[in-house]
C-alpha cells in the first residue's frame, strides 16, 4: 500500500500512456495516418525558419516532426501516449488534481475525433505548461514571457496568462497580494497587446480570427471547434477548484477511481466522440495507401 501511495501518479501516468496507445494503435490508426498524409516535415533549417515566422510556430514544428513517424501505427500510438502522459504530469505539477487532469486528457482525445485537428496544439498546450511562473519580478517576467510563448506556441498562451492571474489572486503572501490585482489585470491585457500588434505588423497576410484564435491549431480556417477553448478554459478552472476536489484526489483507492474514470470516458469517447462514417472513410484511405488488399476486402464483405 506505501508503494502504491508514493508511485501512484507514475502509475496511473503509466495507466494512460498504455490506454491511449491501444486506442489509436488498434482502434483508431486511421487518423493518425489521415494525420501524417496531409503534412510534409522537412529538416532543413529553411523550413524551421519558415514555421518560426508565424504565432505558435515552434508548436507546429514540433508537432509537424512528431507526424512524420506516424505512418508506423505501433510508433503514431506510443508518441500519442507520451504526449497524453506529459500533459497529464505537467497538469499535476502545476497543482492541478488528478481528477480533473483526467478530464483534460479525455476531452483532448474527443478533440482529436476531429480529423482536421493538429498535434500541434497539444504542443501548444504543453509548452505553455511548461513556461516558467516567477513570483519575483513578476511583472517584468509577464512582459518578456507572454510574448515569446505567444511567438513559439500561440494563443493558446491564453493558459499561461489565465494561470498567472489566478495564482496572483490566490497568493496568501501579503506582500504580493497588494501587487495581483494590477499584475491580474495587466497580463491579460499585454497578452491583447501582443496579439494585435502581431496582427498589425508580423501577420498581415492572415486575418485577426486566425491570429487570435490559432493559425496552425485546425486545418480548416474559421471551422475551429468549441473543443479547442473548452480545453483551456478547463485546465485553468480546475487549478481555481483543486482545493475543492483534494478530498477526491486523495482517496485511498484513488488509483483505482481514476483508472476506472479514465479508461470508462475514454471508452465513451471512443464509441460516441468518433464519428463512425468518419472513421471508416478514413479507415479505407489507410488501406489503399498502405496497399492493404485483403483488409480492403474484408471490409467490403462485412460491410
Known amino acids: 500500500m506505501q508503494f502504491l501511495n508514493r508511485y501512484s501518479r507514475w502509475i496511473f501516468a503509466t495507466l494512460i500512456s498504455v490506454t491511449v496507445f491501444v486506442f489509436f494503435g488498434?482502434?483508431?490508426?486511421?487518423?493518425?495516418?489521415y494525420q501524417e498524409q496531409?503534412?510534409?516535415?522537412?529538416?532543413?533549417?529553411?523550413?524551421?525558419?519558415e514555421c518560426l515566422s508565424v504565432a505558435g510556430g515552434l508548436a507546429d514544428w514540433i508537432g509537424e516532426c512528431l507526424t512524420q513517424f506516424f505512418y508506423l501505427p505501433?510508433?503514431?500510438?506510443?508518441?500519442?501516449?507520451?504526449?497524453?502522459?506529459?500533459?497529464?504530469?505537467?497538469?499535476?505539477?502545476r497543482g492541478i488534481a488528478?481528477?480533473?487532469?483526467?478530464?483534460?486528457?479525455?476531452?483532448?482525445?474527443?478533440?482529436?475525433?476531429?480529423?482536421?485537428?493538429?498535434?500541434?496544439?497539444?504542443?501548444?498546450?504543453?509548452?505553455t505548461l511548461w513556461a516558467p511562473h516567477c513570483r519575483r519580478l513578476a511583472l517584468l517576467a509577464d512582459i518578456l514571457m507572454i510574448?515569446?510563448?505567444?511567438?513559439?506556441?500561440?494563443?493558446?498562451?491564453?493558459?499561461?496568462?489565465?494561470?498567472r492571474c489566478t495564482r496572483l489572486l490566490t497568493d496568501k503572501n501579503a506582500a504580493l497580494r497588494k501587487m495581483a490585482v494590477g499584475g491580474a489585470l495587466f497580463a491579460p491585457l499585454w497578452m491583447l497587446v501582443c496579439q494585435l500588434a502581431a496582427y498589425s505588423w508580423l501577420l498581415p497576410q492572415y486575418s485577426l480570427h486566425r491570429v487570435m484564435m490559432g493559425i496552425n491549431y485546425y486545418r480548416i480556417p474559421f471551422h475551429e471547434p468549441a473543443l479547442q477553448w473548452v480545453i483551456p478554459?478547463?485546465?485553468?478552472?480546475?487549478?481555481?477548484?483543486?482545493?475543492?476536489?483534494?478530498?477526491?484526489a486523495n482517496l485511498p483507492n484513488k488509483i483505482?477511481?481514476?483508472?476506472?474514470?479514465?479508461?470508462?470516458?475514454t471508452i465513451v469517447v471512443g464509441k460516441w466522440g468518433f464519428d463512425r462514417d468518419t472513421s471508416e472513410l478514413l479507415?479505407?484511405?489507410?488501406?489503399i495507401r498502405t496497399e492493404n488488399w485483403d483488409g480492403i476486402i474484408r471490409a467490403r464483405r462485412a460491410a
Request: glycine letters at 4%.
Open 26 to 33: 488498434s482502434f483508431h490508426s486511421e487518423y493518425l495516418s
Open 38 to 49: 496531409n503534412q510534409l516535415f522537412q529538416w532543413t533549417t529553411d523550413y524551421f525558419c
Open 74 to 93: 505501433w510508433l503514431g500510438a506510443a508518441i500519442m501516449g507520451l504526449l497524453y502522459v506529459l500533459i497529464y504530469v505537467s497538469s499535476v505539477k
Open 98 to 127: 488528478d481528477i480533473s487532469a483526467v478530464l483534460v486528457s479525455v476531452l483532448l482525445l474527443w478533440w482529436q475525433s476531429e480529423p482536421e485537428a493538429q498535434i500541434s496544439y497539444m504542443v501548444a498546450l504543453l509548452l
Open 147 to 163: 510574448p515569446l510563448l505567444y511567438w513559439l506556441a500561440g494563443p493558446l498562451a491564453w493558459v499561461y496568462v489565465g494561470l
Open 233 to 248: 478554459a478547463l485546465v485553468v478552472a480546475c487549478w481555481l477548484y483543486r482545493a475543492k476536489e483534494a478530498s477526491v
Open 256 to 265: 483505482l477511481f481514476s483508472s476506472s474514470l479514465f479508461i470508462l470516458l
Open 283 to 287: 479507415k479505407q484511405a489507410q488501406m
